[in-house]
């Protein structure tokens, strides 16, 4: 017997990542083709406003009148975002619940973490990135790659994935 059907991982979720992008749309199909019928759990990662300002900014976060509200209004927008994404799932074929999550850490460590927390099977992202853009931009799918204990199916968006065909195919 093999260690993912001992440890139960076989009979696990799909663990979805959603960010609402076309991206992570794109990657529901192909996971759900391979998987049809299977349990799935969306997850979309939040981060407070003020963590999400200052990941992106280099000079001090600007006041926020109201943090509890702002952070209430990422959290509903975070449950809105996997709501969709299990609706996508869904008709897909998957039997597809939501789960938004806010972030203590990195993403993908959030990620990961659900997929242990959920034993899951399979983690499914998407990626839009190519070349060296997708180790320093893309980093939720680097870090499950490199970090997560449960398999990472990473599927290139459709666009990513006909830039590198031409790389590839380039005389």
């Known amino acids: 017997m093999s260690p993912t059907a001992r440890s139960g991982h076989a009979r696990g979720p799909v663990l979805i990542t959603f960010d609402g ?33 200052l990941a992106v900014s280099l000079g001090p976060a600007p006041l926020i009148s109201d943090p509890v509200e702002a952070e209430e209004r990422q959290r509903r927008g975070a449950v809105g975002v996997a709501r969709e994404g299990a609706r996508r799932a869904e008709r897909a074929g998957f039997d597809a619940e939501p789960l938004a999550v ?21 983690i499914v992202c ?7 853009k997708s180790t320093v931009l893309d980093n939720v ?12 199916m990473v599927v290139p968006s459709s666009e990513a994935a006909t830039e590198r065909k031409g790389e590839l195919f380039e005389e």
């Open 102 to 122: 806010k972030a203590k850490g990195p993403i993908w460590e959030e990620i990961a973490r659900v997929a242990e927390d959920r034993n899951a099977r399979l």
């Open 126 to 132: 998407g990626t839009h990135e190519t070349g060296l």
């Open 21 to 53: 992008s076309e991206h992570a749309a794109e990657a529901i199909e192909p996971a759900a083709a391979m998987l049809p019928g299977a349990r799935a759990i969306v997850v979309t990662v939040w981060r407070p406003i003020r963590d999400a300002i």
């Open 141 to 152: 799918p680097t870090g499950l790659v490199h970090h997560a204990t449960r398999p990472v």
